[in-house]
Nanobody, 135 residues
Framework: VQLQASGGGLVQAGGSLRLSCAAS????????IGWFRQAPGKERGGVSC????????YYADSVKGRFTVSSDNAKNTVYLKMNSLKPEDTAVYYC?????????????????????????????WGKGTLVTVSS
């Protein structure tokens, strides 16, 4: 099982990027697929989450209205479109999947709340992709 995040880079404030999270070794079912980020010296925090079975989406308050999460289940890929980027969005972004929880909506709500945890009880993590937003 593998998750591969990609699409990071350097962008000016106000710009956009689209991150991709490609999964291999399992197919999307009724899972919670989350995006997380960790800035230098800060705890990892949840950014967004999507329920792969029905496309229900969740967002942290800090990114609502600017970020959009979507999934292409045929491609086993989840996307995070980030618009109106701010310098404070600079971080390493990770995707992760929870394939064992039954209450996936609750898991997504936890991920996008103010709760922080090193791994959020997610089953699989991808390597991060760096997003740098210059002012």
């Amino acid at each position: 099982v593998q998750l591969q995040a990609s699409g990071g880079g350097l962008v000016q404030a106000g710009g956009s990027l689209r991150l991709s999270c490609a999964a291999s070794g399992f197919t999307f079912d009724d899972y919670a697929i989350g995006w997380f980020r960790q800035a230098p010296g800060k705890e990892r925090g949840g950014v967004s989450c999507i329920v792969s079975s029905d496309g229900t989406t969740y967002y942290a308050d800090s990114v609502k209205g600017r970020f959009t999460v979507s999934s292409d289940n045929a491609k086993n890929t989840v996307y995070l479109k980030m618009n109106s980027l701010k310098p404070e969005d600079t971080a390493v972004y990770y995707c992760a999947a929870d394939v064992t929880s039954v209450a996936v909506q609750g898991k997504c709500r936890t991920i996008t709340s103010t709760y922080t945890s090193p791994y959020y009880g997610m089953d699989y993590w991808g390597k991060g992709t760096l997003v740098t937003v210059s002012s």
